[in-house]
C-alpha cells in the first residue's frame, strides 16, 4: 500500500493529481532555453515512467504527467543530468528538485534572437535563479527584453523589464525623423524635432530602443549600461487579481537582485503562519502589512544608480472579487 | 616605392602627422549597431595602426570625412553672414579599393559637375588616401563586376602583418619618412573573383520604368534609406536653415544627407511629390547608379561595395535587382526580334 508524505512530493516539485497513485514531476529551465540535447533525457523519463505525454508550463519548464509514485527515486536519478546541465542549485545529489515554491524564473527568449530585446534575458534570469533557488518561498520572477513584454512580467511577484538610455550623437542626425515616426507609431511618443533635431523627452522615454532600431545612420545608440524597470506584485487568481506596478525605474541588475533577495526575509517575517500549505502570494502579504512596511525591508542595504527612480507610494488596482 | 618596416615605427610617422592632419579609418564601435551586443564598423579618428578594423567590410563607407553627415556651411544674422571655419586640420583615410574609385563618383559630383563644390573641395585638397589590401572578397561584394578591385590612385598602400608594415608610398612625405626603412616590392592584395556576380543590361528601355517589376519592391521597401546612407556614391543632399531658438535673428545654413528613398525626397513647394511609391524610387536609384549616370559620365555610379545589400532591413538585394533587370531586358529584347 502507498503511504505518502504529501508535503515532501510537492517540495520535490511532484504534484498530487487526480489520478490516484499517478504524480507528474516538474522539469525547471530558467530563462526557457536548453540545449536540444536535454530533449532525448525527457522524452526517456515521459516513456519509461511517465505516460509518454509532456506537458509545457506557462512558467517554461516541462511536466511530465502519469508517474507513479514508487518511482520516484528512479525519476530523480534520471533527472540528474538535466539538473547538473542546466546548473540547477540542488541541495541533496540524486533526490531531484529539493524545492517547488519559488518557482520556475522566466524570460522571454531576449536579446539572443529578438531584435528588440535590450538585454541577455537569459543570463540574468539564470543568475536570479542561482541567488534565490532552491526556496520554499511561493516566488514568481519574470524577466522580460523590453516594454512589450511579451512574457507578462507585470501577472508576476517580480517583472524585470530591460530599459536602455538612447544616446542621442546631434551630428550624426540628417533629420529622417525615423526615430520620431517609430516612436509615435510603436511606443510613447516621446520624440519632438527642434531645429531638425531630435529632443528626448526624458520624463515619457520608456527606454524601448526604437529609435536605435530605427536610425539609420547611428545617431541613436544604446547606452553602455542596461537598465530595468521593476514592475511588483502583479498576480492572477480568485481574489484580486491585478497587473504590476513600477516599483524602480532606469534600477540596476545588482539593486534588482538584492531586492528580491530581500523580499524573502519580509515573507519569512510576516507569512500567515496560518496559510494553506504555508503558501501565500507576495501580494497579499503588501497588503495587510501596507507597501511603506514592504519597501522599508525590500531596499535594506539596496544601492541605487543615481538615475534610478524608486516609486512610492505604490498602489495596485485589478478586479475585487472579495 | 615600396618598404618593409615595423608597426612601432609606422605608428610614430602617423603620431608626427597628427599635428597636421585627423586620421580616420574603418573601427570597432562597440555596441553601436541597431540591436543590442551589436557592433558597427564605421569611420572614427585613430591614433594607433591596431585601432583599425582590416579584418571586416565598414557598415559605412569613408564619405562621411568628406561630406559630413551634417555639416554647417554658414552663420548669418540680420543683414550679415559668415562662412563656418574649415576645419584646421587636414585628413588621412584609410579604405578600400572600391572606396577609392567611390571617391572618384564623389570629385565628378561635386567638382566636375558644372560649379565646383567649395565646402567639398576645402576637405577634399586637403585630404590623404590610404588604401587597405581585401586579401578575400567579403559578404555580397561585387566589385570585380564593377571593375573596381583595383584602384592606383593612393597616396599609400599600407599592410599590417604582425608587427610588420608593409608600404607602398606615393606621397613624398612618407617617402622621407621612410628612408631608414628597407625598400622591397609591395603589390596592393586585391580580390579577383566574388561570390556575388552582377551583369548589367547595356540599355534599359523606357518601356520598361513602369514595368511591374518595381511594383514587388514597393511592397518590400520600407523606405529608411539606410541603403542611400551607406553607400559611398550617394551623395545627395539637402538644407536646413536654422533660426536659434533664443535669439530668432541669428541662425546657421546646414547641410545634411539626403537619401531617394526616404520621404520628403521628391517634395515639391505646394506639396506635390512625384515619387511617392517606393518602388518607383527604389528604379530611381537603381537606374541611376547603373544606367543614368554613366549615360551623363561615362562610368556606372556604383561601384560593388555591397553594404546596401550587407544593410538592408528588409533583405532587397540591388545585386540581385540588377540580375533580375538584365534578364527583363534580354527578355524584352527578345520579344521585340
Redesign the interface.
Known sequence: MLDLNTKKIKKNAYRVTKVRGETASRVRVPGGLLTAELLPLIQNIAETYGNGRIHLTTRQGFEIPGIKYTDMDAVNALLQPIIDKLEINQEIPGKGYTSAGTRNVSACIGSNTCPFATYNTTNFAKKMEKEIFPNDLHFKVAFTGCANDCIKTRMHDFGIIGMTEPQYEKERCMGCQACVKACKKKSVDALSVENYRIVRNTEKCVGCGECVINCPTRAWTRSPETYYRLVIMGRTGKRNPRLAEDFLVWATEDAIIKIVKNTYAYVTNYIDKEAPGGKEHIGYIIDRTGFEEYKKWAMEGVELDPRTIVKGPVYWSGIHYD | MGYQTTTEKMNAIFSDLSKDYLIYAPKR?V???????ID?I?YGEITDLAEIEFAEKSD?SFKEVLL???ETLFYFTENEMKEADAPKKGAIVFLRSCDLHGLKRMDTIYLENGAVDTYYKRLRDHTKFILMGCENSFENCFCVSMGTQQSKDYDAYLKVDGDTVLVDSRWDYLDTALTDATPAPVIADSVTTNDTVVTIPETVPQTLFDAPFWEEYGNRCIA???CN?VCPTCTCF?M?D????DNGKAGER?R????CH?DGYTDMAGGHAFRNDKGQRMRFKVLHKVNDYKRRFGTHMCIGCGRCDDVCPEYISFANCINKLNTLVNDAAKEEN
Open positions: 564601435f555596441g553601436d549597431g541597431t540591436f543590442t551586443s558597427t564605421r559605412y559630413p553627415i551634417s529608411c534609406g539606410r546612407f539637402t536646413q536654422i533660426f536659434y531658438t546646414r545634411v544627407w539626403a537619401s526616404v
